[in-house]
């Protein structure tokens, strides 16, 4: 009995070790467990990390993404056009859609919200990029769904496209109303028929649609209270769709009607720091470096001049009365227009000094006013001029010939004429006072199409500014006696001549 007791005596040492041992582990597996919980509750719940209230990527620091959000609830249509890298698609776009899905706002929110399930689309380019870009964003990558911005806990199905491997055709939502959204994911490929159907809560296009595109989408929303987001970088330049937020091509922020648009350049994000931006700056081609970089659509693929409206304008100054000055002339029954140079033979200089745009008028009134510039002054008018007539088949050059102008021909090569103003602008050899706003106007307009053919729309100035350039050796000085221009060249942006 002794022995026993002994023996038990001496096992309880051993005994109390391993039960302390085993506790221990239980522990340490309960903390791996709720690490790991942790781990994915943050991976399932990642939205929750954007725009904190404090550190260096808090969100006062991304005033252009907040204006966005803030203006949903008065604007039908809103637009972005943004820098590449601000975070426009998963930091605008894909958060509040994200949140529309799911209805639940953080507490800070200032946007529309929607106390119930919502139908929405998000389209892209193509299916393939659209599975690249907004479905990674949105759901996180393939096979690990619930890791993008909408949270994990809150998918209820998905299901597949055919045609395009890993792409999802369809998402559904929980809502925080209890019951559940539905997401289509659509593509511009598809051709606007595909956008036909039913009318839909939210639509948000990430990438520029064409013009067909957008309009359908409108058509879905205009019923029932729906909206439209476009986040997109303006490679395009001054397309239609730019346009139907930008009237006049007009880069500034506008707040009408139905419609916002804001810009996001690279210095209005804080993620963004001096060594990247200027990498990516180095990266990109020049005629790109404005709407890459700023979100200014007028340099896109399609201008014309892809040269910075900056470089070109300059403040207005009296001309001396030793340099040459000639004007160029476009005519026509919707629009007679023409553009006032002065050549500053010791620099190379041509400065476009003034401009007159006016409309359904007879030569005789058109007359009248460019003759107010100075009757000595030489214009060049177009070619075809000889041959056609502004309503009644006459020919335009004898009728203003005889109505006082000095006109000679310009040269209508059209591309070597593009070449030769371009050449100009982009070697700082033509500039613009700033007053003269329809030609700028212009100058924001004046692209090719997806053909590569120049846009004959509103482009009177420009015809104008390349028969003035072919003749610059054509320019006069004033006479002795013509001291001063009859007109100041200075006008203001609402004169008839700017």
């Not at 994990?152 to 199905?157: K, N, P």
């Not at 937020?245 to 210095?267: H, M, N, R, S, Y």
Request: proline share 6%; glycine share 10%; aromatic share 10%.
């Amino acid at each position: 009995m002794m022995f026993q007791m002994q023996d038990s005596q001496s096992e309880s040492p051993n005994s109390s070790a391993s039960s302390a041992l085993r506790q221990r582990l239980m522990k340490l597996e309960e903390l791996a467990s709720l690490r790991q919980e942790q781990t994915r509750r943050t991976a399932t719940r990642k939205i929750l990390t954007y725009y904190p209230e404090t550190g260096p990527l808090r969100r006062e620091l991304y005033p252009k993404h907040l204006e966005f959000f803030a203006a949903g609830p008065k604007y039908r249509e809103r637009l972005i056009l943004a820098a590449n890298r601000v975070g426009k698609t998963e930091g605008v776009g894909g958060y509040e859609l994200a949140l529309h899905l799911t209805g639940r706002y953080p507490a800070w929110w200032q946007g529309r919200t929607f106390q119930r399930p919502i139908s929405a689309w998000a389209a892209g380019d193509t299916g393939i990029t659209v599975r690249d870009i907004i479905q990674k964003k949105l759901l996180g990558p393939v096979g690990s769904w619930g890791t993008g911005l909408i949270p994990g806990d809150d998918l209820v199905r998905t299901v597949r496209s055919s045609g395009i491997a890993d792409k999802l055709d369809s998402v559904f939502v929980k809502h925080a109303s209890g019951g559940v959204s539905s997401l289509v994911l659509k593509s511009y490929d598809q051709r606007r028929e595909s956008f036909q159907g039913t009318e839909q809560d939210v639509i948000w296009l990430d990438e520029e649609p064409p013009l067909d595109v957008y309009t359908e989408c409108l058509m879905r929303t205009m019923t029932n209270d729906g909206m439209v987001m476009l986040t997109f970088t303006p490679l395009l330049g001054m397309s239609e769709v730019v346009l139907a937020f930008l009237p006049g091509g007009k880069i500034e922020e506008q707040k009408a009607g139905t419609k916002f648009v804001t810009t996001c350049t690279w210095d209005e994000v804080p993620h963004l720091d001096t060594r990247a931006k200027e990498d990516l700056w180095k990266s990109i081609p020049p005629y790109q470096r404005d709407a890459r970089s700023k979100g200014i659509p007028q340099l896109g693929a399609g201008a014309i001049y892809p040269v910075p409206e900056s470089d070109l304008l300059c403040d207005p100054f009296e001309i001396p009365i030793y340099w040459p000055r000639g004007y160029g002339m476009d005519v026509g029954w919707n629009f007679t227009a023409a553009v006032w140079g002065a050549y500053d033979r010791e620099s190379g200089v041509l400065y476009l000094t003034h401009a007159y745009k006016r409309s359904q008028a007879e030569p005789s009134v058109h007359a009248a006013g460019i003759r107010a510039a100075g009757e000595w002054i030489p214009g060049f008018i177009d070619p075809a001029s000889r041959g056609r007539g502004q309503k009644d088949g006459s020919q335009l050059l004898s009728d203003y010939r005889n109505l006082g102008l000095k006109l000679s021909l310009g040269d209508n090569g059209v591309e070597s004429g593009l070449y030769s103003v371009w050449n100009r602008m982009s070697t700082g050899r033509l500039k613009v006072f700033r007053t003269l706003s329809a030609w700028v106007e212009e100058f924001r307009l004046y692209r090719r199409d997806e053909q590569g053919r120049v846009v004959k729309e509103n482009d009177h100035l420009m015809d104008a500014t390349r028969y003035l350039e072919s003749r610059l050796q054509s320019f006069e000085v004033a006479p002795v006696e013509q001291k001063q221009p009859l007109i100041d060249p200075m006008y203001g942006s609402d004169a008839w001549m700017a």
